[in-house]
């Protein structure tokens, strides 16, 4: 393992005096796509949300790329908003609700944050924004509203919106869960095209076929703290943990098939 691009180290949150995540820690290398799975409430959307500080941690540490901040709870120094800003800008973060502007284009919701945020002149910001839509494959609903896209086009769009930002890091809170299963596949064949073109992704989701074929590195937390780690073909193929085993037999139809919730 070299230099993390990713590297949280004994992060901490409560909330009204439930600890939700308890002493993380987690490194992620540069070009790795990590799957976070586990039972719903286990912290694995916090954790995410914490890392690009929607969510401000109790304790720990958070680094991503060059930029590092420590949380100490009251005692914590929060950084200014443009220290803030800067800090999410590097960490692009895709929803389970798409959140996209319902007056705008799907151009003009990609191009929205490179020209508002980062200043970025609006011919470039266009020009920026239907390579993207090319890339998620929608070029020619560069025009359509929110309103005229399917579940799976929204999302995609969504995708765009955050790749715009050029983050160093994408992360993804299971971003099919509120998708028609018939629309599913669009969008994680788009994960699967950034995984191979070497972006850094950290992904919440209970698509289990999905983590062990795109994933370097799946993380199984319970109750708050990572309970086993490693590559997919020993987390999902041979489990450690009997809670892993325990989770992961809900995905079994019968032994070698596999089915996602």
């Known amino acids: 393992m070299g230099n993390p691009l990713i590297n949280i180290q004994g992060?901490?949150?409560?909330f009204g005096g439930q600890e939700v995540l308890k002493n993380i820690n987690l490194?992620?290398?540069?070009?790795q796509a990590v799957a976070?799975?586990?039972p719903s409430g286990s912290g694995k959307s916090t954790l995410l949300r914490c890392i690009n500080l929607l969510t401000i941690p109790d304790g720990g540490r958070i680094a991503v790329g060059g930029q590092s901040l420590a949380f100490q709870g009251a005692a914590t120094?929060?950084?200014s908003e443009k220290q803030l800003a800067s800090f999410r800008a590097s960490a692009g973060m895709v929803f389970q609700h798409f959140n996209l502007f319902p007056?705008?284009?799907a151009l003009r919701n990609v191009m929205e944050g490179p020209v508002t945020v980062l200043r970025m002149p609006k011919k470039e910001a266009e020009e920026r924004a239907r390579e993207l839509l090319r890339k998620v494959g929608l070029a020619e609903r560069a025009d359509y509203y929110p309103d005229k896209l399917s579940g799976g086009q929204k999302q995609r769009v969504a995708i765009a919106r955050a790749l715009a930002m050029q983050p160093a890091v994408m992360l993804f809170d299971e971003a099919t869960s509120a998708l028609d299963p018939e629309l599913v596949g669009e969008v994680l064949n788009v994960i699967k095209g950034l995984a191979r073109d070497g972006m850094t992704m950290i992904l919440v989701t209970h698509e289990i076929g999905f983590a062990r074929e795109v994933a370097d590195q799946v993380v199984f937390m319970r109750d708050g703290v990572v309970a086993e780690s490693g590559p997919p073909q020993a987390v999902i193929g041979n489990p450690q943990n009997e809670a892993t085993r325990a989770f992961l037999a809900r995905f079994h139809r019968a032994p070698g098939?596999?089915?996602s919730a």
């Open 11 to 14: 992060l901490r949150k409560s």
């Open 27 to 31: 490194q992620v290398e540069r070009g």
């Open 36 to 38: 976070l799975i586990g």
């Open 77 to 79: 120094r929060l950084p």
């Open 103 to 105: 007056h705008m284009t």
């Open 257 to 259: 098939q596999e089915t």
